[in-house]
């Protein structure tokens, strides 16, 4: 790919990313969320792959403003989805974790004020800007398998580890979304190519259901993680028994998710 192909791509994330931050400005929609952060970790992906070129001297990343949004929106995000995975976890004595879901939404409302200052700030176009000029003249096909087998080899040394930490399986899922969101850049016959040759012996369809996988597990540990001991323990006794047990609960269903995870992992990924 040339730089005018390079800079297309890259400005169409960021075309996407503006679309749905004018959306989100209106209600905060979570879908909208959702969608901007997979937008953003696609360009961000993107850029990651472009850095691995030997022609690119300085790391290309987006804008720290940018990334700020991002994290922050990842917040929102996260606190949102706890509120709806509460409510489904507790269909009676809703009353119970009313002050638990009004704490979230607190949390929520808390990034108001910062969201705003950095919106006014232009982000988008500041982080446009910023990576147009890193951009490379050319990105090669050598260039990507270069990517392809250094992604495989970070994958194949937390495996060789047998160390499966939560954050190791993170970093595995983040690995092989870095190569997932870069094939889809690539199209037709270039996308059929590069497609049979970057997945190891299996194929697209069993990565997109691993890494649905690994993301049900990363979610499970944050909603475990939001139930944070010293928020609980704000609560009046029935509230703190309730959310207690819901607690260990999710810790006993995390422990199941990263034992059938670990199986597959060992024995679907192998050096090839």
Same mark, same amino acid.
């Given at each position: ?10 400005? %169409?994330h960021y075309r996407k990313i503006q679309k749905h931050l004018d959306r989100i400005e209106k209600d905060m929609d979570g879908e909208e969320i959702h969608q901007l952060r997979v937008e ?13 070129? @030997? ?5 290309? =990343?987006?804008? #720290? ?10 917040? $929102? ?7 709806? !995975?509460? =409510?489904?976890?507790? #269909?009676?004595? !809703?009353? !119970? ?15 108001? @004020?910062?969201?705003? /200052?950095?919106?006014?700030?232009? @982000? ?17 096909? %050598? /260039? ?32 092989? =979304?870095?190569?997932?969101? %870069? ?9 059929? $190519? ?24 990363? /979610?499970?540990? *944050?909603?475990?993680?939001?139930? #944070? ?29 990263? !034992?059938?995870?670990? =199986?597959?992992?060992? *024995? ?5």
């Amino acid at each position: 790919m040339k730089k005018e192909e390079l800079k297309h791509i890259s400005t %169409n994330h960021y075309r996407k990313i503006q679309k749905h931050l004018d959306r989100i400005e209106k209600d905060m929609d979570g879908e909208e969320i959702h969608q901007l952060r997979v937008e953003y970790k696609r360009l961000r992906a993107f850029f990651r792959m472009l850095s691995s070129s @030997p022609r690119v001297k300085e790391e290309i =990343k987006v804008s #720290k403003k940018l990334k700020q949004l991002y994290s922050l929106y990842g917040t $929102v995000r996260d606190l949102q989805l706890q509120q709806e !995975r509460i =409510k489904e976890a507790v #269909k009676k004595d !809703r009353g !119970r974790i009313n002050p638990y879901l009004d704490l979230l939404q607190m949390e929520i409302d808390k990034t108001e @004020p910062e969201l705003q /200052d950095i919106l006014s700030k232009k @982000p988008v176009q500041e982080s446009k800007k910023k990576t147009n000029a890193g951009l490379p003249e050319k990105f090669l096909k %050598n /260039d990507f398998h270069r990517f392809v087998e250094d992604k495989w080899s970070s994958v194949y040394a937390i495996l060789a580890s047998d160390h499966f930490s939560d954050d190791n399986i993170h970093s595995i899922r983040k690995h092989l =979304k870095d190569l997932f969101y %870069n094939l889809k850049e690539y199209e037709g016959k270039e996308f059929r $190519v590069l497609s049979a040759s970057i997945w190891k012996g299996q194929d697209e369809k069993f990565i997109a259901v691993l890494l649905d996988e690994l993301g049900a597990f990363q /979610d499970r540990c *944050t909603s475990i993680g939001l139930l #944070k001991a010293y928020w609980i323990k704000r609560f009046t006794l029935p509230a703190k028994r309730l959310l207690g047990e819901l607690k260990q609960q999710w810790i006993k269903e995390k422990t199941g998710m990263k !034992r059938v995870l670990v =199986k597959k992992l060992r *024995t679907a990924i192998r050096p090839v």
